[in-house]
Every structure is written in C-alpha cells, then in structure tokens.
C-alpha cells in the first residue's frame, strides 16, 4: 500500500485571496494516478486556499478567552470545515472522471484532536474502504479538541499521515509538494540553494536556512518534523515535485524522481 500526499500549494491556487482550484494540475495528477495504477493506495491533500486563510482569520487552535470568542470561532469552524470539504469533492470527482474508486475520509467526522494533535483515531473504515479496493481519500481539516480552552484545532494532512502510516504500515509515503524538495534555502529567493537528497535527524532540519515558512500547519519545518516521527516507526518517505509532469506517475511506480528522502540515519 502506498500513501500519496498531495500539497495545497499544488492543488490550489494557495496565494489566492479566495479558495482557488488549479485545474491543470489536479487533473494531470489525477491522469498520472490512473496511469500509474498502484494495486493500494491511500490519498491525503492539504487544503491549499480552501482551508487556510479561513483557520487563520478565525484563528482555530488558539486558547479561547471568553463565550463570544467561543461562539466567533465556532461558527469560523463551521466556514472552515464546509470549505475544506468542497475542495476534496473536486479531488474524488478529478480522480473519479480517470476511473479511479475514490471515497471521501472526512477527518472530523471520526476523529478529535488534544492540544492540537490527534487523539486515538479508528482507522477501521479506512482499512476496510483499502480491503474493497477504494482510493480512501482524506484531508487536512479542522476537529474537536478535548483541551477546553482551545475546544477546536487544525489537523493538516501531514499529521495524518503520520498517524495513518503508523497504523497501516504503508510500504511508501510520497509526498508531492511546488519544489523538488527540501533545501538548503528558499530556492525561489536564492539561486545557490542545495537541493538535500537525504533528511535523517532533527539536526538536519535546524541546520537548514530559509526552508520555514508560516501557516497554520507549521509550513515546511511541520512537514519534516512528522515525516522524522514517522521514519522513527520504521517508514520512510520522499518529497517530490507534484507540479512536474510525470513525477507523481513515477515516483507512484517506483521509479527514481528527483526529491528528497526522509529515513533515520543508521
């Protein structure tokens, strides 16, 4: 089984002042899902425009000081979870169109969250849509919160696929990012940026410069920090580049894709 994350920044116009679909990629991934053919496999996609700007502007996560404030961010859960919901209709329905049997996994319809992480999710249903030969397809999401001064969080895809490769032991976890992996630096502001082929410590990622951008979800220091937890219980991953045209199909068949490769060092 493979598990296939799909960023927001590829799937969604993110800098978008309003929620965006990038058509042209969406769908060209969803080609290359169907041309690649994986016998199991598990999507996740991050929320991109969809999700963002709504957790940050009601600022889902953060301590909640009195009832209006409760009642303020109730309702932004609301607005952000109907959202991300949408954008994930468009993920099923691109892959349905390529003839792939994708169902919708909603996160917070059967998981909570405790002080911003996930809380014993059962991934039964998930299991079993994987045993009929479906394409589970989740997403980044907002959830319940058992801290009752938070009472809501933020769950992003890349802390479900922390939890759903450690209880389903995918045999690879592709991530497909907009750049072809982790760097030295910020490759769009400096041409002198070294792509890393390898991240093996936490050492590795405090060393980098100019990797760490802000968002709800930690950005690409998030990111890496789940996928090390992740190598910790014995599963590697790779980061590549989504928007590059035969990269997902590739790497999805195993083939060598310019990327990076997440894995304890021995």
Not at 37 to 62: D, E, N, Q, T, V
Not at 109 to 124: N, Q
Request: glycine fraction near 10%; aromatic fraction near 6%.
């Amino acid at each position: 089984m493979i598990i296939l994350k799909l960023g927001g920044s590829v799937i969604t116009r993110k800098d978008s002042d309003e929620p965006r679909i990038d058509m042209n990629n969406l769908q060209r991934i969803a080609s290359e899902v169907a041309n690649a053919s994986p016998s199991s496999l598990l999507i996740i996609h991050g929320a991109g425009s969809f999700g963002h700007p709504f957790a940050m502007k009601y600022s889902i996560g953060s301590e909640i000081v009195d009832e209006d404030e409760f009642r303020y961010r109730r309702m932004g859960f609301g607005i952000t979870q109907n959202w991300v919901k949408r954008l994930n209709t468009h993920v099923c329905q691109a892959l349905l169109d390529e003839g792939i049997p994708a169902v919708s996994v909603q996160p917070s319809a059967f998981m909570v969250a405790e002080d911003g992480r996930i809380k014993d999710p059962d991934l039964s249903l998930i299991r079993s849509y994987l045993d009929e030969g479906f394409v589970p397809v989740s997403y980044g999401d907002v959830v319940l919160d058992l801290n009752r001064k938070r009472r809501f969080s933020v769950v992003s895809g890349d802390q479900l696929i922390n939890h759903f490769s450690a209880e389903l032991m995918p045999e690879r976890v592709i991530l497909g990012t907009d750049v072809d992996g982790v760097y030295t630096r910020d490759p769009r502001r400096y041409p002198d940026a070294e792509l890393l082929e390898v991240i093996g410590s936490i050492h590795d990622l405090e060393a980098l410069e100019g990797t760490v951008n802000t968002d709800v979800t930690g950005g690409m220091a998030g990111k890496i920090r789940e996928l090390l937890a992740l190598a910790e219980k014995g599963v590697e991953s790779e980061i590549i580049n989504a928007s590059v045209k035969g990269n997902i199909e590739g790497a999805l068949m195993g083939r060598e894709v310019r990327g990076t490769r997440i894995t304890l060092k021995g």
